[in-house]
Nanobody, 122 residues
């Protein structure tokens, strides 16, 4: 059974940084990637970054200069480092499990965690 637990959110001032964590269990078989998503109030949930077990990464264009995804396979944890936070980054951040195939083939499924709230004050 896949379980994902996000943590590390909080209230920060604009310009600050945060590191979010996603601790995973039950990631077996075809699942070999973790993705981070965010959902702002009243908006759809959007993908922001992903990483494969082998270390391949992918970022949404809008965040690639400020977000860094990394992992510690021994701890089964994926991190999302966010720099230069702005109020537009305010959202609930979720991680999800998926599959990274050859090339740029990424597929994510509905293995959502409970999310972690990030609030950025101006």
């Amino acid at each position: 059974q896949v379980q994902l637990v996000e943590s590390g959110g909080g209230l920060v001032q604009a310009g600050g940084s945060l590191r979010l964590s996603c601790t995973a269990s039950g990631i077996t078989g075809r699942l070999n990637a973790i993705g981070w998503y965010r959902q702002a109030p009243g908006k759809q949930r959007d993908w922001v970054a992903s990483i494969s077990r082998e270390g391949s990464t992918n970022y949404a264009e809008s965040v690639k200069d400020r977000f860094t995804i990394s992992q510690d396979n021994a701890k089964k944890t994926v991190y999302l480092q966010i720099h230069s936070l702005t109020p537009d980054d305010t959202a609930v951040y979720y991680c999800n499990a998926g599959y990274k195939g050859s090339g740029s083939n990424w597929t994510f499924y509905n293995y959502w965690g409970q999310g972690t709230q990030v609030t950025v004050s101006s």
